[in-house]
């Protein structure tokens, strides 16, 4: 049973994925004509740095985050960036939200200079996420538990994350039983997305190295986030 803590918790966790979102201005540019290579990595870099500035935002509301080590606080958003964009994204990509961004994006994706081999896994993820239907609170919980995942590089309190991740898992384990009484397994098959978040991941490094050999700038805040130039 969702305990009245459990649900303030849901309240807080979704208030805050709703309210950081990449701005319309930033987006909408997703919108216009050119679809050159360049033109979509420049694009995509810029979506990907207005959704990491969101992320931290979102990520200073999560209750209990800011009691967290500072230097931790860093670590979790190092090494969770990626993973929270697969998971925005792919509530875009999903047809989630009837936002119009759904065709662009992909188009921009696939058109952005990233070698082939990469693709597949991405848009499979894509679709596997697709197909679970996830609400919105879910969505928001999923990414949470993926920022506040322990064993990311240079954690130290390990138990304190560890303790703040798995009272995420527990209202997120209780809400697929409530919202998808028909699906026992539904609670781990969101788990098995957050396996395949880490292999893609690796993948992601890799996709940062071959578009920086071929000579393709990022941001700043991407650099540092993601440990590039
Ligand atoms: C530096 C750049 C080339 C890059 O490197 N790896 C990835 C990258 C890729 Cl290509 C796939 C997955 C993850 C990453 Cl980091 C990217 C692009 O990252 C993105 C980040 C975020 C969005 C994204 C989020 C929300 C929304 C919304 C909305 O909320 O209304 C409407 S449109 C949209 C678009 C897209 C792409």
Redesign the pocket.
């Known amino acids: 049973e969702i305990t009245k803590e459990q649900r303030a918790l849901i309240k807080a966790i979704l208030d805050a994925y709703n309210r950081h979102?990449?701005p319309q201005d930033v987006?909408k540019k997703?919108l216009q004509e050119q679809y050159s290579a360049e033109e979509n990595?420049l694009l995509?870099?810029e979506?990907?740095t207005s959704?990491v500035q969101v992320l931290v935002e979102f990520t200073k509301n999560i209750p209990g985050f800011l009691s967290l080590d500072r230097e931790d606080q860093i670590a979790l958003l190092k090494g969770s960036?990626?993973e929270a964009?697969?998971l925005?994204?792919a509530?875009?990509l999903s047809k989630k939200?009837p936002?119009g961004?759904t065709e662009v994006?992909e188009e921009r994706?696939r058109k952005?200079g990233?070698s082939e081999e990469f693709m597949t896994p991405?848009f499979n993820f894509y679709k596997s996420i697709g197909e679970l239907h996830m609400t919105q609170d879910e969505q928001a919980l999923l990414t949470t538990i993926t920022i506040l995942t322990p064993d990311r590089p240079y954690v130290k309190s390990h138990e304190a994350v560890e303790r703040l991740q798995e009272t995420m898992l527990d209202v997120l384990r209780k809400l697929c039983v409530l919202q998808h009484p028909q699906e026992p397994q539904y609670f781990a098959r969101l788990l098995g997305r957050l396996t395949e978040l880490r292999t893609l991941h690796h993948y992601?490094v890799e996709?940062?190295t071959s578009?920086k050999t071929n000579d393709h700038k990022?941001t700043p805040l991407?650099c540092e986030i993601w440990d590039v130039q």
């Open positions: 979102q990449i987006t997703l990595f995509l870099t979506v990907a959704q960036a990626v964009m697969f925005r994204s509530q875009v939200m936002s961004y994006l994706i952005s990233m991405m992601h996709m940062l578009w990022f991407l």
